[in-house]
């Protein structure tokens, strides 16, 4: 059980262009799911918290108008990025705690966002 | 903010022989202290945790001790295997389902 699943499993865009990550919990329900990003050979960096029905919570210096985060059921949550740059390349990575294991996070396959 | 620090950055055993990570938190409040291994483009594996009522925890050749006076971790791997080889990151957490904090992570490389 508590299983994440990830989509795209990886993705190739332009610069300027938008691009939507999915993040779903398959067999529990997640109010609360997690973004990081992670560059390479670097650590995974929080980059905000996704609630479901509410808005958003942001870690400091990562931009809400380009980091779209939409929770809109208690089993997906979505990230967009928008306007997409080179600089953005990186592997997303999405989480969330389950009501049963209240302490332990489950990770998703992650996602591997290449802009050119 | 939590800031979780983690050393060494790399680490090369021979086979067979120990290695340890070693990690400090700043938030006195963490209470959740997860270790988790991740391979060249995977998501993370979850290894070992321990929660802030215990000490030291144990499974198999894994092993991670708590100082909470101290505000540090530290991950022991025992009899180590070529297929320990991966990337190991430390992590801390305030509360039950809330967000992780993670350390810089430590390369180890467990040599034939």
């Known amino acids: 059980g508590a299983v994440v699943s990830q989509h795209p499993s990886w993705v190739i865009c332009k610069s300027g262009t938008s691009v939507k990550i999915e993040c779903r919990s398959l067999?529990?329900?997640?109010?609360?799911m997690f973004w990081y990003r992670q560059f390479p050979k670097q650590s995974l960096m929080l980059m905000a918290t996704?609630?479901?029905?509410?808005?958003?919570?942001?870690e400091q210096g990562v931009e809400k108008d380009k980091f779209l985060i939409n929770h809109a059921s208690l089993t997906l949550s979505t990230l967009t990025v928008t306007s997409a740059h080179p600089e953005d390349s990186s592997f997303y990575i999405c989480?969330?705690?389950?009501?049963?294991?209240?302490?332990?996070?489950?990770f998703g396959p992650g996602t591997r966002l290449t802009v050119l | 903010g939590e800031n979780v620090e983690q050393h060494p950055s790399t680490l090369s055993v021979q086979e067979g022989d120990s290695a340890v990570i070693k990690c400090t938190y700043s938030?006195?409040?963490?209470?959740?202290f997860p270790w988790y291994k991740q391979e060249l483009g995977k998501r993370p594996q979850l290894i070992i945790d321990?929660?802030?009522?215990?000490g030291e925890k144990k499974d198999q050749r894994i092993a991670v001790t708590l100082n909470k006076t101290a505000k540090h971790f530290s991950l022991h791997i025992t009899e180590t295997q070529p297929e320990d080889s991966a990337v190991y990151f430390c992590?801390?957490?305030?509360?039950?389902?809330?967000?992780?904090?993670f350390g810089g992570g430590t390369r180890v490389l467990v040599k034939p």
């Open positions: 321990i929660r802030s009522n215990v």
């Open positions: 938030d006195s409040a963490s209470n959740y």
């Open positions: 992590a801390a957490s305030g509360a039950a389902g809330n967000k992780l904090t």
């Open positions: 996704s609630n479901e029905g509410s808005k958003a919570t942001y």
């Open positions: 067999d529990f329900q997640a109010t609360t």
């Open positions: 989480s969330a705690p389950t009501s049963g294991r209240v302490y332990e996070q489950f």
